[in-house]
């Protein structure tokens, strides 16, 4: 959900109820305030000057006044969840935001990518031993190391990594989902995509190549603004979202070649070798009096020239299937 509750309450249920009915299953809120993330200060490197920037002209504080989720709305959008099906959870950006939601029993936590480097607040999620995804936006190979040393050391058991390009929106070329086989080679756990780029391409890309979780912002409408909005989903783009990324991983199976159970009664479509031509006992057979049509119930065609030149030991009719018991 992050910022797309625009301050509402009765927006954040909104988004809460959407994203049921699509199918999705957890929803993740954020837990911070503005003044546990940076300093009331509106100039300097405080304040966003950045052109390419969605919040050029805003001041941290003032971005993340706007863009938090009040602390009192966590318990009854977590209800709203759980009621209807969802897992719901949130990334906590400082020990005081775990103390909280340890008093809401959230299921798991996540590590924003910016957060990848606070080691201290990695341990202290550990060691409530629930599970923990980790963004690893921007975060060198050692920095994950040094994130899943930390995760591992502190008591989680249930770790996932996810594949992040920390830029919003971010575009398919820089996406990098060939990382996520290597990430689960590397350390061993459950990897994913927290996904900022538009649509689901990279997404379906990411579980065709092993992901296991996938991360989308998600909002009502991307018309009615926010600070996320430009890069969220809309209920009709994550619906969608839900299908495919399902029907990527079911198609995904075991290697394995020759039919399957499904395919079995496919082959009879099939070319094979059959007679074309009515013969008597003792007749040649040629390319005019065999021939390999559909279906697939007579000798294959790899033996087509082998069989040219034989003699048939019996009448045959026309449209009988080949096989060895009819030559002598």
């Known amino acids: 959900m992050s910022g797309n509750h625009n301050q509402s309450l009765d927006r954040a249920l909104a988004i809460v109820e959407a994203a049921a009915e699509t199918g999705a299953h957890a929803l993740k809120l954020q837990t911070y305030t503005a003044d546990t993330l940076t ?3 509106n100039e300097g490197e405080f304040f966003i000057r950045d052109e390419q920037s969605l919040w050029k002209g805003q001041s941290l504080h003032a971005l993340y006044q706007l863009a938090h989720t009040p602390w009192e709305w966590h318990a009854p959008i977590m209800r709203r969840a759980n009621e209807l099906g969802m897992l719901c959870f949130s990334s906590p950006f400082d020990e005081s935001a775990v103390d909280f ?3 809401l029993n959230v299921p798991a936590y996540k590590i924003a990518s910016f957060e990848i480097v606070h080691l201290p607040l990695i341990r202290k999620i ?11 936006g921007m975060a060198t190979l050692a920095e994950i190391d040094e994130a899943v040393q930390a995760a591992r050391g502190a008591g989680c058991r249930d770790l996932v990594l996810l594949k992040c390009t920390s830029t919003y929106p971010a575009t398919p070329e820089n996406s990098n989902v060939l990382a996520i086989p290597h990430l689960r080679a590397l350390f061993g756990c459950e990897v ?4 900022h780029t538009m649509g689901i391409g990279a997404s379906v890309a990411a579980v065709a190549h092993g992901a296991t979780v996938i991360e989308k912002h ?8 926010g600070v996320d909005s430009t890069f969220s989903l809309e209920p009709g783009e994550l619906r969608a979202l839900v ?14 070649f020759g039919p399957g159970d499904a395919e079995k009664k496919s082959l009879i479509f099939r070319r094979s070798i059959y007679i074309a031509e009515d013969l008597k006992a003792g007749d040649v057979l040629t390319s005019k009096n065999i021939r390999c049509v559909r279906p697939g119930m007579g000798l ?9 030149g034989r003699r048939v030991n019996k009448d045959v ?3 009988t299937p080949m096989g060895w018991a009819l030559i002598g």
């Open 243 to 256: 299908t495919e990324t399902e029907r990527a991983w079911l198609s995904l199976g075991q290697v394995r």
């Open 192 to 195: 994913g995509l927290s996904d």
């Open 300 to 308: 294959a065609p790899k033996y087509y020239e082998l069989l040219l």
């Open 317 to 319: 009719q026309k449209g």
């Open 39 to 41: 300093l009331a200060v």
């Open 126 to 136: 550990a060691a409530t031993g629930k599970p923990m995804i980790i963004s690893t």
């Open 101 to 103: 939601l340890e008093t």
């Open 218 to 225: 998600f909002t009502l409408r991307r018309a009615d603004g």
